[in-house]
């Protein structure tokens, strides 16, 4: 792929601001070897670079021409100092990890011991196993060996990162951004009663752990159930299990010195930006 790509909101704030972009990098001798994804706008247009590009070797830079940039690192005004931390090579990148969601096959009690038989995709705020049509969601949820019935709208996973986007709008706890190594379980809706009560409240799990959703053939008819990542529906019925966890992949996100956006998503969650 080419050294620098852009992903640009089509607005003629974010037009100017790619444009300005160009401009600054042109007086960069050296680029980094790893190629740049360039996502001009706001977080949006950020999700749009990832899910292009999220299996390659990149590194995503996120230039802030949009309104509720959370992820992008680079306002505007901060462009000459990107193409200075470019040149200089004194940039810090954040590795953010991914959550993998898998049509399985289950072998033993435990999802730990699922076979894998297809990857449905990665996600890098969330995955959310949900309900397509007027009825409630209903499925039997297993973590490692541990399993109950769930019956909701749906449960929502996600990443460190992500737990501020859907899992936060559905009562989902903020992790900490320098935490890499887990990821959140957090019910949306669910229905409080004595036959379906095992994902009651948002659990943070361990990397290690493994999620398998499974659906019986007459709620796959009856109560259809659908699996969203980032936002966009991947899988419009649910009829195999599916495996769920994070993955070894994770995406670099740059930012400008060690730091600067951890401390600007923090300032955006605690609000003060």
Do not use: W
Not at 23 to 52: H, N, W, Y
Not at 194 to 204: E, K, R, T
Not at 225 to 254: A, E
């Amino acid at each position: 792929m080419d050294r620098v790509t852009f992903i640009t909101k089509p607005t003629k704030k974010a037009r100017a601001a790619e444009i300005a972009v160009k401009r600054a990098l042109r007086s960069v001798k050296e680029l980094p070897t790893t190629p740049l994804v360039v996502a001009v706008g706001g977080d949006g247009t950020m999700l749009m670079a990832i899910k292009k590009y999220q299996l390659e070797d990149v590194i995503f830079v996120g230039i802030s021409a949009g309104t509720l940039g959370l992820l992008q690192a680079v306002d505007v005004e901060q462009i000459p100092q990107l193409a200075d931390a470019l040149a200089k090579n004194t940039y810090a990148l954040i590795k953010s990890p991914l959550l993998k969601a898998s049509i399985c096959k289950p072998t033993e009690a435990s999802a730990l011991k699922d076979e894998i038989t297809e990857t449905v995709g990665y996600g890098f705020n969330e995955i959310s196993v949900e309900r397509q049509g007027p009825r409630a969601a209903k499925f039997h949820l297993k973590i490692d060996a541990s399993s109950g019935s769930f019956v909701g709208d749906g449960v929502i996973f996600a990443t460190p990162l992500g737990s501020t986007a859907y899992s936060m709008a559905a009562g989902g706890p903020v992790v900490d951004t320098k935490i890499k190594d887990v990821f959140v379980a957090t019910p949306n809706n669910p229905h409080f009663s004595i036959l379906y009560s095992s994902l009651q409240s948002p659990h943070v799990l361990d990397k290690d752990r493994r999620v398998r959703i499974e659906i019986s053939q007459e709620d796959v008819d009856e109560r259809p159930v659908q699996l969203s990542i980032d936002g966009q529906v991947i899988l419009s019925k649910i009829t195999q299990p599916v495996n769920l966890g994070l993955s070894t992949r994770s995406v670099n996100l740059l930012q400008l010195a060690p730091g600067s956006l951890y401390n600007r998503i923090d300032n955006k969650r605690l609000g003060r930006l």
